[in-house]
């Protein structure tokens, strides 16, 4: 099992947070083989758990659907991605903890495309950037990733 990690919409303290996941065993199991996928050179990620592609629209998307499996797990913010991996049966968790599923992916992509109009005309208040996560939210995502990893485990 690999676990892909969309390093250009990831936030970076769940970048450190997950290599230190695969630093440790905890948890009982073998924590998957990482790799951070980004069009530049992510300075807190080593070499060897990186794939740099050429920059472009879609890049890292296209790079990670080529080599995504059944059996690996995504983490990316990017809800087309995750739509795409879906629909798949490829398992897709974001940065908050959600998991997409092909019924749920639709959905959410739908909801963020109204999100960004309503952005575009003035009627909603820009997306916060590079807010902090809470210990709440990084518990969440934590324990949605251990849950993904056990059931795919046992399958």
């Not at 970048?15 to 924590?31: D, H, V």
Request: hydrophobic share 40%; net charge positive; proline share 6%.
């Amino acid at each position: 099992m690999t676990l892909w990690i969309d390093g250009d919409s990831l936030p970076r303290d769940l970048r450190a947070f997950l290599l230190r996941r695969a630093g440790s065993s905890r948890g009982g199991g073998k924590f998957p083989e990482l790799i951070f996928v980004s069009a530049k050179r992510l300075p807190d990620i080593p070499p060897e758990l990186s794939r740099l592609v050429e920059a472009g629209p879609d890049a890292v998307d296209r790079f990670i659907e080529a080599g995504a499996i059944q059996s690996d797990l995504v983490v990316t913010r990017d809800t087309a991605l995750a739509e795409r991996l879906a629909d798949r049966g490829i398992y897709v968790l974001n940065d908050r903890g959600d998991v997409f599923t092909s019924e749920n992916a639709a959905e959410r992509r739908s909801l963020r495309d109204a999100a960004l109009q309503l952005r575009n005309l003035g009627l909603a208040p820009p997306s916060p950037k590079g807010s902090q996560r809470t210990a709440r939210e990084l518990k969440s995502f934590a324990d949605s990733l251990d849950r993904l990893l056990s059931k795919i485990e046992r399958q």
